[in-house]
């Protein structure tokens, strides 16, 4: 079993690159087979999700492999259309290959996808998009199978906002003949970059960052060479983990314009942040302010991705925050395992309220998911005496080499093995 060793250290202070976004590499990923030609994606972070989605994409017959600085993706030999069923419960980002597939072969079976347990999250929209644009969706056996019947552009509104569905009716929608407008779609910045590499292959799509799409279907895409934009996320567990610690980080190869609602909250906590076009400073001295109410909401709202972050990061603030989780109904696993630390913390409905203390002691902690795990390390960075955080197969599921950017920024972090 392999676990973070993790000693309080004090403030941090150093510099580190962000990697390129997880959200925004794995539906690119699953859009490159509607490409006729290679597709060259740099930025692709190196993670546990990405290297998923590369052996789905081996496993429906395309090439995808790690080139030096690239990955490069052809899909000029896929021969499958069924998603395997092993590779999708790893990740729940394996259900983009539906309206991929669906776009390029006309038809497609995906079994139920993974990823982290954090409640319900059916894929109903997804498939009533699917729906509206002239596909037949049957279930069966823990697949489903999915169709074009009639592929025809037009207008949907979704009932409610959802990144996933709203990225799958994109790329079946390039299928469609006509224009399809999506109302009501999610504005997230992955979304938006997702559109860009579309474009750069061709694709004729508008309306991306605000919620209503155009995308003008069945025109051939090309192969293309493109950057992914850096994780958002992680630059603000990076951010959280100094207002947490305190001291001075410098983040490099990141865009802090698409983080607002979390630099916001962070200076009302007391951290000082100078934002460049590329790069981010945060400072952190003194004692850390509460935040009195904050609710978790779709993009420009305070990402759900980041509530188990800013917990970490309030756990020795003077009074009481409360944090509200309005996306998911099950996302705090990780509030038992803080307690084990000390920290004083609540649920009350889907509100967590966190009690600031002066001193948490270390402890042996377990990462349930992915946010709730990074979240452990930043409480542990904090803990006096030695801690220790298993689970980090949910960690390297969207966290590039974690341990060693914490130690370029000083924290006292190693990763174990126990024979």
């Not at 539906?98 to 390029?104: D, E, I």
């Amino acid at each position: 079993m392999e676990y973070f060793q993790i000693r309080g250290a004090g403030p941090l202070r150093g510099e580190t690159a962000v990697s390129g976004a997880k959200n925004a590499a794995l539906p690119i990923l699953a859009a490159c087979v509607l490409c006729r030609g290679p597709c060259v994606l740099y930025n692709c972070p190196e993670i546990a999700d990405v290297e998923t989605t590369l052996a789905i994409l081996r496993a429906l017959g395309a090439r995808a492999e790690r080139c030096g600085a690239a990955v490069v993706v052809d899909a000029a030999g896929l021969t499958e259309t069924t998603v395997p069923a092993a590779l999708a419960a790893r990740m729940r980002s394996s259900v983009l290959f539906a309206g991929a597939l669906l776009s390029v072969g006309g038809s497609v079976k995906i079994p139920l996808p993974g990823g982290c347990p954090l409640g319900e999250r059916p894929i109903n929209y997804h498939l009533w998009a699917f729906e509206q644009l002239g596909a037949k969706c049957l279930a069966s056996d823990g697949y489903y199978e999915i169709f074009w019947e009639r592929p025809c552009g037009t207008v949907l509104e979704f009932p409610h906002v959802s990144v996933g569905a709203t990225e799958n009716a994109i790329l079946a929608a390039l299928r469609c003949p006509g224009e399809t407008v999506l109302k009501n779609a999610a504005k997230e910045p992955e979304i938006t970059d997702l559109v860009n590499f579309l474009r750069s292959a061709g694709a004729e799509i508008s309306g991306a960052g605000t919620s209503e799409l155009h995308i003008r279907g069945v025109q051939p895409l090309h192969g293309t060479t493109y950057s992914i934009q850096p994780d958002r996320i992680e630059t603000a567990t990076f951010l959280c983990a100094a207002a947490g610690c305190g001291g001075e980080v410098l983040l490099r190869r990141t865009d802090a314009r698409m983080l607002q609602s979390v630099t916001a909250l962070l200076r009302q906590t007391g951290c000082e942040l100078l934002e460049e076009q590329d790069s981010v400073l945060v400072r952190k001295t003194g004692k850390t302010g509460i935040i009195s109410d904050v609710k978790t909401a779709a993009y420009p709202g305070f990402p759900t991705d980041c509530q188990a972050i800013l917990t970490a990061a309030l756990l020795r603030a003077e009074g009481e925050s409360r944090i509200e989780e309005t996306v998911f109904e099950d996302r705090f696993h990780h509030v038992p395992e803080l307690q084990k630390l000390g920290a004083k913390l609540e649920i009350h409905h889907n509100t967590v309220h966190i009690s600031g203390i002066r001193t948490l002691s270390g402890a042996k902690l377990t990462a349930r998911d992915l946010r709730g795990g990074a979240a452990l390390v930043l409480a542990a960075m904090q803990a006096e005496g030695e801690s220790r955080v298993e689970g980090l197969t949910h960690i390297d599921r969207g966290y590039e080499r974690f341990a060693e950017k914490l130690r370029a920024l000083g924290a006292n972090i190693e990763r174990c093995f126990d024979a």
